[in-house]
């Protein structure tokens, strides 16, 4: 089984400043890790994911996020934010056999400060 | 190319009555999955369905049931509703074999139901 923890339930951030959204994982198997994006009465929307090879993996609208496998994480980072990018942001984890069920993070609400 | 569709977006009901929710999955797509996100949560995985059978399922009563037609759409089925039911009801598609399976879900843009 898997598990995800998102420390940070909201992060405020000012306009153009760099933001990093947390996230660590549990698993006893091999992982893939993803990122999605939640804006306000929507669906999901995949951010970027890792499947293997390189650890630093750079998704969508400027975000990008580093695998540490000691450590168990998979923070999300962008350099400069925009105000478009409040939302929630949601972890999440799958064993990297066959098909198996995503297991999500709490979230994290990202609010952008003009 | 038409993504995961859902419908109805929103409904309400009342305690003690059926639900039925559908889903389209995105084209090519061969495996259907539900979550349930609950307000202020993440979302929760409720079952997945593959050649009309229910593959895996999460930690949710019986009352919650569903089904995959040949043409690889589904439905969510709720029973006897409970006013913890109230959730955005997500699904996703997918391939289920590794060798097309590039890992993620797609998901709809969900099924709000508010139980009164």
């Known amino acids: 089984a898997q598990s995800v923890t998102q420390l940070d339930s909201q992060v405020p951030v000012f306009e153009e400043a760099p933001v990093e959204l947390r996230c660590n994982y549990s698993?006893?198997?091999?992982?893939?890790l993803f990122w999605y994006v939640q804006y306000p009465n929507q669906g999901l929307q995949l951010l970027l994911k890792?499947?293997?090879?390189?650890?630093l993996v750079k998704g969508i609208n400027g975000f990008e996020a580093e695998f540490n496998k000691s450590q168990t994480s998979f923070h999300l980072r962008k350099p400069s934010v925009h105000i478009s990018d409040t939302a929630e942001y949601f972890c999440?984890?799958?064993?990297?056999?066959?098909?198996?069920?995503?297991?999500f993070g709490t979230g994290t609400r990202l609010t952008i400060i003009p | 190319d038409a993504g995961v569709t859902q419908s109805p977006t929103h409904l309400i009901k009342t305690r003690g009555q059926q639900v039925t929710l559908r889903c389209s999955p995105k084209?090519?797509?061969?495996?259907v999955s539900w979550y349930q996100q609950a307000l202020g949560q993440g979302p929760q995985f409720i079952f997945q369905?593959?050649?009309?059978?229910?593959?895996q399922r999460g930690n949710f009563p019986d009352r919650f049931s569903g089904h995959q037609f040949p043409n690889y759409s589904s439905e969510l089925n709720v029973n006897a509703l409970l006013l913890g039911d109230s959730a955005l009801y997500l699904c996703?598609?997918?391939?289920?074999?590794?060798?097309?399976?590039?890992?993620?879900?797609?998901f709809g843009e969900g099924s709000r139901l508010t139980v009164l």
């Open positions: 996703a598609s997918s391939f289920l074999w590794k060798e097309t399976n590039t890992g993620e879900l797609f």
């Open positions: 698993s006893s198997v091999s992982v893939y």
């Open positions: 890792y499947l293997s090879g390189s650890t």
């Open positions: 999440a984890v799958r064993s990297n056999f066959g098909n198996e069920k995503l297991t």
């Open positions: 084209s090519g797509h061969d495996t």
């Open positions: 369905y593959y050649e009309e059978e229910e593959r």
